[in-house]
Structure formats: structure tokens, C-alpha cells
């Protein structure tokens, strides 16, 4: 079934939404530094309309054949999205929403018993509706941090934000989880080949952080001036990482390179490794975008 989004329902309705979209998101840009109520302030922005979508019927149930189509058409080798394919599957991308929107580990919590169940589904969740949003900002080639994450959509028979996924994600045992959660910018880590599953979502979290360290676009360490720019959505966790590694090890002192490292498989470790001593700092912000309305 072809799921439409009801408020684009007519042209000219969709062009004054698409612009305001687009203002809306840049204007958030400036006043977000990260992605969700741990990094920003809770709640939607003020101005973001809700996303709505037509839920599937009669509570159906969880499946990620429509989202397979789109990631393996839209992906690129590099975890990001190719805009004129993923407009091309755009049918796809809302059939899976609409299943979204009607299930969940709140809609429909008989088929999300497991941890790792709520976790896959939160992965494809943030992964479908980051592309979406995406499409609907006109597939910028750069999107300023935080410009996607207070935009609400319907899932889960609720609204919410990328940023709440976020919010839930980080309530995880492992600040991984949260690390290795799925975007379509560089200061997220990739976007999947394949929807994610229940069953060995803990070893593709631990592959994913290790790709996302490894990958020089995403973690930036920078040898000419020696600095570790850690990653926005990382930067909360800093003592967190620090505290667990002195109590496991008994030391005083370490690093946030030096745990990171220990959390690591090679080649990522030794990248860290050779960053022994360099200074750390949160990655830098985007310059703030001025908003046409000001």
C-alpha cells in the first residue's frame, strides 16, 4: 500500500511545509548541540509540525521487508544515503513507517520482549525516519548538527524525536548502544546494508563503534595540532568511560583515549593508541546558521 503523508496531501500544501521544513531545521541547528534530551533540551522545538503518516491497520505486525528494499538500494559504501535512490524507493520508506507507527516496544510490547528486540527496533526506527527526514530537508549534502533531531514523527503509537531515540538508547547498559545508533551525517555512525535483528544486535553494536572510531571522517583526530575531536554525541559519556575504566583496571588517572582503546579491536585501537598524549576536545560545532526569518 502507497502511505502518504497526510499533510503533503496536496502540491502547493507540500511546498509550504518542504520550505517551512527547511527553516525550521536550520533554525534548530543554531540552539542544538547534540541529538536528544541528553545533549539539549527536552521536548520538540518550537514550530516543528508533526510528521504524520498512516499507520498500517489493526496493530500489525513488526517487519522489515519494506526497509530492506530501501537500505539496499540507498546506501553507499560509506553509510550514507544516495538522494536520487532513496527518492526513488520514497513508497517503500513510508510503507515501513506506517509499520512503524503502529508497533513497537510500547504499541505492541509482545513482540519486543527482549532487550535486544526494543534495541533493533529503535536501530531501524532512527535509521527509516533519519532518512525520511532527510528527504523531506531536500537531501542537504551537509546538515548542521542537531538541525534533524526535534523534529517529531509518529511511531511507536506516540510521537517522538530522533533526539527521545536517543534519550532511550542511552538508558542501555552499554554507551555504545547509543554511540553506534544508526544516522545520515558523518557524526553518526552508518547507515546499515541490511535492517538490524534481535539476534546478534550486541556484536554488530561492538563491529559498528569499532567502524565508527576507525572511520577518519567520523572520529577526527587531527596530528598537525595533536588533538582527539571526540564526536558530540560521545562527549557526555567522557567520564563515564574514564570512571568505568580506572575502577575495572584499579588506576587513577587514564585517559578518555586510553579507554576508549581498551573497548577497541584493531586497527581502531592502535588509531587511538597513536593519539597517546594528544589533547582532547569536543569535536567543533558547525558556524551557527542564521535563520532567514531573523
Known amino acids: 500500500m502507497n502511505l502518504l503523508v497526510e499533510s503533503f496531501a496536496k502540491g502547493t500544501i507540500f511546498l509550504m511545509f518542504r520550505r517551512r521544513c527547511k527553516l525550521a531545521l536550520l533554525c534548530a541547528a543554531a540552539l542544538t548541540p547534540g541529538c536528544g534530551q541528553l545533549f539539549a533540551p527536552a521536548g520538540p522545538a518550537k514550530g516543528f509540525a508533526p510528521v504524520k503518516v498512516r499507520p498500517r491497520p489493526a496493530a500489525p505486525k513488526a517487519g522489515w521487508d519494506a526497509l530492506a528494499r530501501v537500505l539496499a538500494a540507498a546506501v553507499r559504501a560509506d553509510g550514507l544515503a544516495d538522494a536520487d535512490r532513496l527518492g526513488a524507493r520514497a513508497a517503500d520508506l513510508d510503507e515501513q513507517l506506517g509499520i512503524l507507527a503502529a508497533t513497537g516496544p510500547t504499541q505492541t510490547p509482545e513482540q519486543f520482549g527482549a532487550p535486544e528486540a526494543a534495541v533493533a527496533y529503535w536501530y531501524n526506527a532512527r535509521a527509516a525516519w533519519a532518512m525520511k527526514l532527510w528527504l523531506l530537508a531536500g537531501c542537504p549534502a551537509e546538515m ?24 532511550l538508547l542511552a538508558k542501555d547498559r552499554d554507551f555504545r548502544t547509543v554511540a553506534a545508533a544508526p544516522g545520515v551525517s558523518l557524526e553518526r555512525a552508518a547507515l546499515p546494508a541490511r535492517p538490524f535483528e534481535a539476534k546478534g544486535i550486541r556484536k554488530q553494536i561492538e563491529d559498528r563503534f569499532n567502524a565508527f572510531v576507525h572511520d577518519p571522517k567520523r572520529f577526527v583526530i587531527d596530528v ?25 583496571y584499579g588506576t587513577e588517572g587514564a585517559t578518555l583515549v586510553t579507554a576508549l582503546a581498551r573497548l577497541l579491536a584493531a586497527p581502531a585501537r592502535r588509531r587511538l593508541q597513536d593519539a597517546a598524549g594528544y589533547r582532547i576536545a569536543e569535536a567543533p560545532r558547525p558556524p551557527k546558521v542564521r535563520c532567514a526569518a531573523e
Request: proline share 8%.
Open 224 to 248: 598537525d595540532s595533536q588533538e582527539v575531536r571526540v564526536p558530540g554525541m560521545l562527549w557526555p559519556f567522557r567520564e563515564r568511560i574514564v570512571g568505568e575504566f580506572n575502577r575495572r
Open 144 to 167: 548542521p548538527r542537531g538541525g534533524l533531531c526535534d523534529q517529531p514523527f509518529d511511531l511507536d503509537g506516540r510521537t517522538l524525536t530522533l533526539g527521545q531515540i536517543d534519550e
